[in-house]
């Protein structure tokens, strides 16, 4: 046991080899885990519909070991053009390790599933091996909210919560990602519910408010309505409002009739990057 975590510290920002022939990957991935995932320096990368950013982050502090940089999303944005970026972005980083990437769409074992505001392209492609094809690094895929969940139950507001949380995450698109007890339950996909018949992203999204021009008391009744809906399906002890809406809370929080404690998201701009790179850190041992 000692060795092992000699190992980590002396070779700090991790060589993937010495880990692999010195440790058993059972090691790494079972009983070490928890010790070991708080050593790791992994490159988060959020891709988004109008910009991809990146940035190295300290998983144990959530931290940014270097600037963001954000390349504008290519026009089309299909997989072949978005993989480019991620090229761009690992190559400025000078970066040789794990990658973390939170895509909007459920990925399931690396493979998109889904395709509600991304080319329809993408779905069956298994982003994991290209972008590792392509960056020459492991990578680990993710879901744009569940990666933003990630984060707020690290360092956020969701931070040592019990019970059942739900992050809701508000922007051109409505995500969703859910804990219980601190553990994610991947890809719910609750945006996409039915309501008064229609998809719910569609009414109650920020794309909904922006398109329709509503003013924050018409798009926060039905945002409400929405919120009510979720309390009544899954009885949540917390919900945490991401995404760009969230930050301006403070124009409808007034509007909420659910009596769930609701809080803001704390990690905001970031936590798709920080989650990201949370999710990548079983790739330590260079799976
Ligand atoms: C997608 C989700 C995504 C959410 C936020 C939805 O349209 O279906 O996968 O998490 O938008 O980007």
Redesign the pocket.
Known sequence: MLSKICCVWIFGKVDYTIHTTVCSTKDYLTQDYGLLGGMMEILGIDIGGSGIKGAPVKTRTGTFLADRYRIATPEGARPGEVAKVVKKLAKHFAWTGPIGCCF???IQHGVAR?A??VDKSWIGTNIEHLFAGITGCPVRVL???DAAGLAEMRFGAGKGVGGLVLIV?I?????TALFTDGVLVPNT?L??IEMNGQDA?LQAADSARKREDLSWEVWARRFDQYLQTMKALLWPDLIILGGGASKKLEKFRCYLTVDTPIVPAATLNDAGIIGAALAAEPLKIGS
Request: aromatic content about 0%; glycine content about 22%; charged content about 15%.
């Open positions: 909007p769409a459920s889904t509600a505001n879901n744009d909210a995450t922007g051109t698109g409505l995500g996909e945006g996409h992203e």
